[in-house]
């Protein structure tokens, strides 16, 4: 029996504590450790990393991947897509899909988890056959939620889908960290049987289920689980490595985990996360263990989010109300699960609702989403809402990209020699703003080096 291990200190663990604050410079030294400490697998790439690398960190997300890769020769690194939308918050082109996948596999990239926030296959399609002919591993991935029209039934459907799309693995992937210990072992179990591909099953330690949670999916035959080493563990994040590692032993079940490596990485992060907890960047309130998540649904780095926003406008004795009101804007929306970007639009408009009205203010994401931009609503979108946004229009029933017209090699012409790279062309693409200032630091930083040098040798000479 074994049972196989995904890091995710340097993904969603960074993410849903730390908001995908920390520098490469910061963990650069303890990754040959990670990268014989047994892990199955590194979630290091995706989700949030791409825009903080951008946006906070001054770093080229591409140059982190290639720098990691290099160290990291013996565990495989894993990456979360948000299939057609990529890293980002909208739908882009097939041919955009197609290079940004093609490139993270050459960068580095060996294990891709795909999802679509719908659980609309047709979203995933493009990025699942273009990482397939990558050679990278794909776990097709059900986005777990609790809803009336959320049932086993209706996650096998998604998980014969994703088989049908010839994917190796498939995720169980319970961002609100809501899913309970029975739900898991019913849900695993009925995978096994009618679908019969390797199980990984994510989850976060938000409501205090998540060790619970992994011990019933393991004993009803899941393969993977993702955990984070323990300083950077829990709350938001994922239940701690060292500690399932300790339980999964006591059951008989090969890890390939070496203690010693993982209190080493610990060591390290720890005085990481010491300095995080100081300087505030780390809210100790992210850590608690918080069973509204329960009724509410909240997934980890929403929470944060909420709170960080509701704290900048000075709002942060509206959180309950906000959080009361995330349920009825989800009904509205037809109950899409709350994970990236439906989480964020969803929060943004339950905020807006709390703080000046019911749908006074209607974001232009919300509005997209009713016109069908996102995919299928899994359910019965409020037809009210949806007429007052869409007046006569119809809405879109065809998979969205369809309608977007290619686009990189305009980007490309575009750019000209401000892209040195593919993987330029796509940070632009991804992320136009971000991208293109960090170009323009990146020729300044070039340029001021040269004269520097230049100066260097006339003073030698
Ligand atoms: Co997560």
Redesign the pocket.
Known sequence: MRIKFTE?VLR?AN??LIATRMPFERFKEILPVMDVAGYYSIECWG?ATFDACLRYLDEDPWERLRKINAVCRNTKLQM?LRGQNLLGYRHYPDDAVELFVKKSVENGIDVIRIFDALNDLRNVETATKAALKAGAEVQGTICYTISPIHDISSYLETARGWKKLGVQTICI???AGIMSPKAAHDIVKALEEEVGLPISV???ATTGLAFMTYLEAVKAGCDIV?TAISCFSGGTA?PATETLNYVFGEYGYETGLDPKALRKINDFFKTYRNECMRDGLLNPIVLATDTEALDYQI???MLSNLVAQLTAQHKLDKLDEVLAEVPNVRKDLGYPPL?TPMSQMVGVQATSNVLFGKYKNISKEIKAYLKGEYGKAPGQVNAELQKSVLGDEQPITCRYADLLEPIVEKTRKELGSLAQSDEDVLSYIAFPQLAERFFKEREEKKARKVKYSITKVETNS
């Open positions: 995710t969603d993410q849903s989700g979360l992937k319970d961002m994510h989850t976060h993702d994922q997934p980890g780095g994970v």
